[in-house]
């Protein structure tokens, strides 16, 4: 089975530039999810998708930070203009729904970014 | 917000059993407890989960406490590649629950 499938896995811009990073969760997983982990923290949740719904983006910093999931399969995060205290890595993940039951998540490697 | 509470760091000598602890007195009656590790470099992975009842699987045992205010994630013997943060998070199970992550365990297996 394929996991979940993220690029790309380094990213190197100047501040004030934009990037996007690209998800491919596992096939048939209706919930992605995008986190941003800083060096030395635990990952933070930024938006939760279940099919191309949103179910939370309460800590997504609207501002600069955008993400989309068109059909409800792929997904792309965005970030416009990239500040210094974005450098971090993001993780993708994804998992079944399951009503009732407690569903894993499957974390991509992730995609490290470095504002300069 | 992460809702519990572990050691920043611990270590384990290979070939012994490794013991982490979580406290999550806030735990309500529908929230799992989640184990996730993540080697440097890489995505979290996910360990074990269990609800209110002992589990154990290829990898780790999990044992919850009878009031399930705490936890223990069990490695029976562990490894240099057992060496990871540790995450120990509680979930709810309706509908948008959402997993929150704290600052884990760091575990170093020592040789």
């Known amino acids: 089975e394929a996991g979940v499938a993220q690029s790309p896995r380094y990213k190197i811009i100047e501040k004030r530039q934009s990037v996007a990073f690209w998800c491919n969760p596992i096939?048939?997983?209706?919930?992605l999810y995008w986190y941003q982990q800083i060096l030395g923290q635990g990952p933070k949740l930024l938006i939760q998708f279940q099919n191309n719904g949103v179910v939370d983006d309460s800590q997504l910093p609207k501002d600069r930070f955008s993400a989309e999931r068109l059909k409800g399969v792929d997904s792309t995060l965005k970030i416009q203009p990239a500040k210094l205290e974005d450098s971090a890595v993001y993780l993708c993940a994804s998992s079944l729904v399951v009503t009732g039951g407690a569903g894993e998540l499957f974390f991509g490697e992730g995609s490290r970014l470095t504002v300069l | 917000d992460a809702k519990t509470t572990q050691p920043p760091s611990m270590d384990c000598a290979e070939g012994r059993a490794a013991n982490l602890p979580c406290n999550h007195s806030t735990i309500s009656g529908n929230e799992y407890v989640y184990w996730y590790r993540q080697i440097h470099s890489q995505g979290p992975q996910y360990i074990i989960h269990?609800?209110?009842n002992n589990e154990t699987n290829e990898m780790a045992s999990l044992i919850i406490t009878e009031d399930r205010k705490s936890s223990t994630l069990i490695l029976p013997h562990a490894t240099l590649r057992d060496t990871a943060v540790y995450y120990c998070i509680v979930r709810a199970t309706n509908t948008g629950n959402q997993f929150y992550f704290g600052t884990g365990t760091s575990l170093t297996v020592i040789p």
């Open positions: 269990g609800l209110k």
């Open positions: 096939s048939g997983h209706a919930t």
